[in-house]
């Protein structure tokens, strides 16, 4: 690793706030054996749990509980490491806590034991925030993926493709030296052939951190239309609770409802919103505008539509507001009223679906819908968890291995692209990093880890 940590003592409290029948405070630094001595009145054995008094520097009892101490570089920080595993009251914690600064350590920031672990070799990259994603895991799903890549099958694969273009490197720039042969010679090895086989797994690999994304940051639906078309009900039914108000009165909805809800383990955003139609309200209009704003956020809107009516001129309306880049189903509600079918269908481009909320008829085509749309795979088997930058770099180096192969015949810019795809890779598991990124990641973790 091309930084080093600081070499200052940490500690803090390592479980969540609140009472618990246990508590832990973890320290990390070096040469914690005799701080140990001080903390516990005696030495520890590495790796054995040591049933502990643990007293203040007056000698008074603060608690008692188990110390274990794990000598570097076999803890997860690579430095010396000491647990206290004490009662879980915060008053207790706080004073173990305050105990431990008195004899040295200083507070920790969020994410510096994970730092430590990431800058001593102990973690890539990838696999320190997956650390942060198996603890906010959402879902069964997300966890098993998050833990996929703790375990560092993510990092695996980004290896495996930077070790390959390194190689087909080494062999274009020792083309360089001959330029007279350089085309022969890359044609002879099939440089273009590997390229194409890197192209590929590179492909494979985007596809599945795109599913391990969807786990992570879910997705946000944004259900829009004019007043009573359904909405509210509609989003009552995917939540499987009453969280929206429903009346026949139009305009009852007049700020966003949001409701987090897990499809075959993928986590939807579904956001209720203000009817749209023309008012004088001042507070309904203040719901329309809120309306507008959460379209511009979303990854997909359900337009509602009564079957009663069809789409009116208001709904084509609507639909000339929406960003072209938004994907969009067309949802005709209140089928059991019109003696409709309900199902899916593909008309004009879009998806089309016909349900009736109230009744729940046809929710489950919705929720397939939904999961087809957003590009789910169906399950989380191989799965592992990525975040926006993992697909940005991966975007990136993408870009790179389609410009090389436009220009393999340049060799000089066809190692250089190469290189460029190269380190977009290497930025996923930390090879190649800037501070201002670690500092970036790490801030956004829990203090403790």
């Known amino acids: 690793m091309t930084q080093s940590p600081n070499r200052d003592t940490i500690v803090a409290i390592a479980t969540a706030p609140g009472r618990g029948g246990v508590g832990v405070v973890r320290v990390s630094g070096t040469k914690l054996s005799d701080l140990a001595s001080v903390l516990v009145g005696k030495s520890l054995k590495p790796r054995h749990a040591h049933f502990a008094d643990f007293r203040a520097a007056d000698g008074e009892l603060i608690d008692q509980g188990i110390a274990l101490f794990f000598p570097g570089p076999h803890s997860f920080t690579g430095e010396d490491v000491l647990e206290l595993q004490g009662h879980g009251g915060p008053v207790v914690m706080q004073m173990l806590l305050r105990r431990c600064l008195e004899v040295g350590a200083r507070l920790a920031e969020p994410g510096e034991f994970t730092r430590r672990a990431f800058l001593n070799d102990k973690l890539d990259l990838a696999q320190a925030e997956s650390v942060a994603d198996l603890i906010d895991a959402g879902s069964e799903a997300a966890a098993r993926s ?16 930077v070790e390959q273009l390194i190689n087909l490197r ?19 090895a099939d440089a273009r052939g590997k390229l194409a086989a890197i192209h590929a797994q590179l492909e494979r690999v985007a596809r599945t951190a795109k599913q391990g994304s969807l786990l992570r940051e879910g997705m946000h639906v944004v259900l829009i239309g004019q007043p009573n078309v359904g909405k509210s009900s509609l989003m009552n039914a995917l939540a499987g609770e009453e969280v929206a108000i429903v009346t026949d009165i139009a305009g009852t909805t007049r700020d966003t409802v949001r409701e987090l809800i897990q499809l075959d383990g993928v986590p939807m955003h579904i956001i209720d919103t203000a009817g749209l139609r023309e008012t004088t309200d001042t507070v309904e209009k203040i719901g329309i505008e809120r309306t507008w704003a959460a379209v511009e956020k979303a990854d997909l809107a359900l337009l509602l539509i009564d079957s009663r009516e069809g789409i009116t001129e208001h709904d084509l309306s609507i639909l000339a507001r ?74 990136k180096a993408t870009q790179h291995l389609i410009t090389a192969a436009l220009i393999w015949q340049q060799v000089e810019l066809f190692a250089e692209e190469l290189r460029l795809a190269q380190n977009d890779l290497a930025t996923i598991t930390g090879e190649f990093s800037a501070d201002d990124l670690l500092g970036e990641i790490f801030s956004r973790f829990c203090i403790g880890k």
């Open 170 to 188: 080494m062999l274009v720039e020792a083309t360089l030296d001959f330029p007279e042969e350089d085309i022969d010679f890359l044609e002879a």
């Open 322 to 395: 929406l960003p072209d880049s938004l994907p969009r189903v067309h949802v005709f509600n209140k089928v059991d009223l019109t003696g409709e079918s309900v199902g899916h269908a593909e008309e004009d481009g879009h998806a089309v679906l016909r349900l009736s909320a109230k009744a729940g008829l046809g929710l489950d085509e919705l929720k397939h819908t939904l999961l087809k749309m957003v590009g789910w795979g169906g399950s989380d088997a191989g799965v592992f968890l990525a975040r926006e930058r993992h697909l940005d770099a991966i975007r």
């Open 146 to 161: 998050a833990l996929r890549s703790l375990a560092g099958a993510f990092s695996t694969e980004i290896h495996t493709l």
